[in-house]
């Protein structure tokens, strides 16, 4: 409200206003709400026009070098869609993302199935365990499993040779279907968190019934569970498919060395060659957009269309669980072997690894020569510090800045009608469609061609998380701001309450859950971040996910399972602590 | 005091339509009153009171109180509602779960320290201090017995006390007018009817003008000065509580407030109107003797309305006008009264009689209506 209004009515009235005398008091304290509402707004509409505006712009652009001024050109979309190698890209990225999916899928599903819908022993455990795989860093997940699983040196090619008296290599993990166990592998927590929330959200009743029916188990599982949880698997796989379609370390540790490209790889070798080719980068990148696009594009109207399946209830009930009978004990055993290929492994084998003066594989000889050289190494590594600090400041900053921008942007998207706030709403999820790798290419074509003096610092790169990761900030916050009832803000502006004061003071500490956990995961993926960080970053910014990086390329293995060790480690107790200050701080049920 | 005059507001729905929630709403409250507005969900009840509260903007029409204006479309004037300085309990009570309860009633003199307009307990922009804070937090809380659960949280009280601790924070700035939407419709039966006395005297007590909100009739007709009965969107009578149920002024406030019987007929001999002049009607049960505030006409269109505790009945024939001999179709017994069924030609007679009457079902009863008890209304 202006002021101009609120002081037209403030005469001396009968209820014996006695301030009618000082003019300036009569001014309310100036409220923040504009001023908060349009900084956050305009952050937002430009961080997320910004890359795709330069993208498209760029695509069209011949490289720029010293002597050669960029003109317009159509060449990059004829090189990049001119010739048949491109046709083979678009299929081998398909095949490699769909596989990945699937397999994801489907390892996830049934362990999800098993959690929540059997007595398979030990299964809070397990589901204690499931969010540990979280903060292994791709890129860490696909070193170690090349140490577990290459022809030369993969130690469970050794061993099963040794065991099956083979000549050949059984496993060959720079394959297709290496990449795809790599990555689905990867992505198989996520699929079964998904799906854990569908099974737990779904009426157990209508099971029971099939079973009163007549079917057994099996029957249960796929005639009834498996179709009433139909919009939660498509929405699943479409998800797992698109993060697949933009997964970078895989294809570029994978599949680059054996000459298997998919587009993201393609980018980042375009990106790489001199002179470098941003221009055709941009044409293959436009349409891993158009791809994740379509994608992010129907689960979004999926997700809307789903509440009209009755399967969820909403109303408090306890699962009948499924007795498995002397089958748990299979259950229990595949959940560990599971365990095993997704923690344990590739952990032991970056440990192993790390205690090695120059890698090799396990052995009473090797056993003989443990060192901490490694360690030393790292340790000693120039601009460690620099580095760690870099990374913590990163994700510190990014998810601080994420959260409290979207707790303003979901704000407006949920509780306001002003006109054009779901206009708001897609802009700020915008980014979502974004591959890492394309989001730091247009980042970087954006800050190279317009110069304010953020190129090569770190403000780039937190410009660059924030984007990537604000939908997961909205995310977060709109689910707890749809719980915040109208009246509990309305109240205290009948309490005499501004908006900035009811916002910092109601609004923020009822939204609290959701921040907290948003900023956690914020702040895991910041840190983890690679595929955008490894266009942007300088000598004087690099993280501690780019030092990985430059390892692998200089084939400095053991010094990289030192850090990798390391950093698992500290993720890990960061993980741990963040959930601790969250129980205690965050929740107040 | 309150003086609302000509209120329309129209909000769009989900579906991007408009609706008219209040048409034309003109009222005043007189100091120190509770007055009612009483309807059927939907009503536009709510969105009155939100307007006068400033939560909804208004289109067009005047809100004053105490002489100010608040809102005013013909100059433009819209006064915050964190500037208006009113006190208002929310159906949902709206109660800071992060807060304790002291917390939750102090609000609103820790923050609302500037520029309201009708507050008297905060003349000057310097804030309160701590301990003037408490004393008048304490003050308010024991003024509803809350003041053994200060440092309790706020999601820990039961239903009923967190609607009395939506009224202390509602009264802690002693504000020129409280506004109550529902404030009881969430609480079980017995409670209800045990805040409904709370509820008036605490009102009674600090004379605090009062518009309140609600759908039950029952709750209006206790607590009001004044009610306006309201149906979509309009205000279709105000008057006080004997008034609005016996004299109603049309076919649906009848039927709101209350139980009652519609008899459809029209006019045979007219007349003048008031006490002591009979006019007959002619109905599908028979030839009626009415009194009428209303001037009626002749072969004009209407309907009677007569409640169920008006409808006399008597197993022997009583002396005197309009009485029918019917036959008991249905009884339920409430308890403190009973309730017949009595059919009268091509009619079903509801009456409300005292449980001693024990006739049987199918057996004959005499009915007789009381010309002065029969509200004679214009068909609509």
Known sequence: ?589 | MLKVDGLCTEYPNDRGEIVRAAQDVSFTVAEGQLFTLLGPSGCGKTTTLRSIAGLERPRAGEISVNGQLVYSSSTGVFVAPNRRGFGMVFQSYAIWPHMTVFENAAFPLQVGDSGSIQRAGSATRTRLTRGDIRERVMRVLTAVHLDALTDREATRLSGGQQQRLALARALVMEPALLLLDEPLSNLDAKLREQMRFELKRLQRELKITTVYVTHDQSEALALSRQIAVMHEGRILQIGSPRDIYERPANQFVADFVGNTNFIDGYVVSAGPAGAGHYRCLRTEIGEVRVTSEHDLRPDERVAISIRPEDVELSETRPAGDNVWEGRVDQKVFLGEAIDFQVRVGPRTLLSRRHPTLRTKIGDAIFVQLNPDKCVVLRAA
């Open chain 1, 1 to 589: 409200m202006s002021t101009g209004t609120t002081t037209a009515v403030r005469r001396p009235g009968p209820l014996g206003d006695e301030r009618g005398g000082s003019g300036a008091a009569a001014r309310g304290p100036f409220d923040w709400k504009w001023v908060v509402i349009g900084a956050c707004v305009a952050f937002t509409v430009y961080i997320a026009m910004i890359p795709l505006g330069f993208l498209l712009w760029q695509s069209f652009r011949t490289p720029q070098t010293a002597a050669v001024e960029a003109v317009f050109t159509l060449a990059n979309y004829a090189a990049a869609y001119g010739s048949g190698d491109t046709w083979r890209l678009f299929w081998t990225s398909i095949r490699f993302a769909a596989g990945a999916a699937v397999f994801a899928f489907v390892l996830g599903t049934v362990l999800a199935w098993m959690n929540e819908r059997t007595n398979t022993p030990f299964k809070s455990v397990f589901f204690a365990l499931s969010l540990i795989p979280l903060v292994i860093p791709s890129i860490l997940f696909t070193v170690s499993w090349i140490l577990l699983a290459s022809p030369q040196i993969g130690i469970v090619n050794l061993v099963l040779q040794g065991w099956l008296g083979l000549e050949e290599p059984l496993v060959d993990i720079y394959s297709l279907p290496g990449m795809i166990w790599v990555d689905g592998l990867h992505y198989s927590p996520m699929a079964f968190l998904l799906m854990s929330a569908a099974f737990r959200a779904m009426d157990p009743s209508l099971e029971e019934s099939a079973t009163m029916s007549g079917a057994n188990i099996f029957q249960v599982a796929w005639r009834v569970t498996l179709r009433l949880t139909w919009p939660a698997i498509v929405a699943t796989m479409l998800i797992l498919f698109v993060r697949s379609i933009e997964s970078f370390e895989v294809p570029a540790l994978l599949g680059l060395p054996v000459g298997i490209e998919v587009f993201t790889s393609a980018i980042y070798q375009a990106v790489h060659r001199y002179p470098s080719q941003v221009g055709l980068a941009s044409a293959y990148a436009m349409s891993l957009l158009a791809i994740t696009t379509v994608g992010v594009y129907f689960t979004s109207t999926l997700s809307r269309r789903g509440s009209k399946y009755a399967t969820m209830t909403g109303k408090g009930f306890r699962p009948r669980l499924i007795d498995l009978g002397s089958w748990r004990w299979a259950a229990a055993a595949f959940f560990i072997l599971y365990f095993l290929l997704i923690v344990v492994l590739p952990f032991a084998v970056l440990l192993w690894s790390s205690l090695q003066r120059f890698y090799a594989v396990p052995s009473m000889e090797a056993l003989q020569n443990l060192t901490l050289d490694p360690y030393r190494f790292i340790l000693s590594y120039p601009n460690l510090g620099r580095t760690v600090l870099n990374s913590l400041l990163l994700s510190f900053g990014a998810a601080t800045v994420v959260m409290l921008v979207a707790s303003v942007v979901c704000w407006i998207v949920v509780k306001t009608n002003y006109p054009g706030r779901w206009l708001l709403d897609n802009l700020a999820s915008l980014p979502i469609v974004f591959p890492g790798l394309v989001l730091g290419l247009s980042i970087m074509i954006f800050y190279l061609n317009v110069d304010i003096g953020i190129y090569g610092t770190i403000w780039i790169m937190l410009i660059a998380y924030i984007t990537r990761f604000m939908p997961y900030g909205l995310r977060y916050s709109t689910t707890s701001m749809l719980q915040i009832h109208k009246e509990l803000e309305e109240s205290a502006a009948m309490c005499g309450a501004s908006w900035s004061t009811t916002f910092r003071r109601v609004v923020l500490p009822l939204l609290k859950p959701g921040l907290v956990a948003g900023w956690i995961y914020v702040m895991i993926v910041s840190i983890r971040e690679l595929s955008t960080s490894i266009l942007l970053y300088s000598p004087d910014t690099q993280v501690v996910s780019v030092v990985i990086w430059e390892l692998w390329e200089n084939g400095q293995y053991v010094e990289l399972s030192a850090l990798g060790v390391l950093f698992i480690l500290s993720l890990f107790m960061l993980v741990m602590a963040a959930q601790w200050v969250g129980r205690k701080y965050g929740i107040r049920e």
